[in-house]
């Protein structure tokens, strides 16, 4: 599942989605809390500018819904049916795996996005060498 070249591979590693060669981020891991947002502006591999326009991460926001919906399913289940913790137990077992994984739900959200826009395309390293020599 985790092969360079898959949609899955861009959005769990949060590499670029076109050449998938480098890290989106700054800091790649998330729990880096002052660089979560901190993109690099384009890839040093393909050129590929990440911000596609202007504000195009906010439509991120939606996919985290998702994403964070995601997570609280999975904690209900873990916690709820697996473990057969009270409501109340089930309940804060939500609140603190939606607090302590939101780094995580952050930039899968952000990865999953710019997978909607970006296709990966192996000679894109190439070209984009090409043309800065
Ligand atoms: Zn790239």
Do not use: Q
């Not at 873990?78 to 473990?83: A, K």
């Amino acid at each position: 599942m985790l092969k360079k070249g898959t949609k899955m591979y861009s959005i769990l590693t949060g590499n670029c989605p076109r050449c998938h060669e480098e890290s989106m981020y700054e800091k790649s891991n998330p729990y880096t809390l002052s660089k979560i947002f901190s993109m690099n502006e384009r890839c040093s591999h393909c050129g590929l500018k990440y911000k596609i326009e202007p504000s195009f991460f906010y439509g991120a926001m939606y996919v985290s819904y998702g994403v964070g919906i995601a997570f609280a399913v999975a904690a209900f289940v873990i916690s709820f049916l697996f473990i057969g913790t009270s409501l109340l137990t089930t309940f804060i077992a939500i609140v603190g795996t939606l607090i302590v994984f939101m780094p995580v739900i952050i930039r899968l959200s952000r990865n999953i996005w710019i997978n909607f826009f970006v296709k990966y395309d192996p000679t894109s390293v190439k070209k984009h060498e090409a043309v800065k020599t």
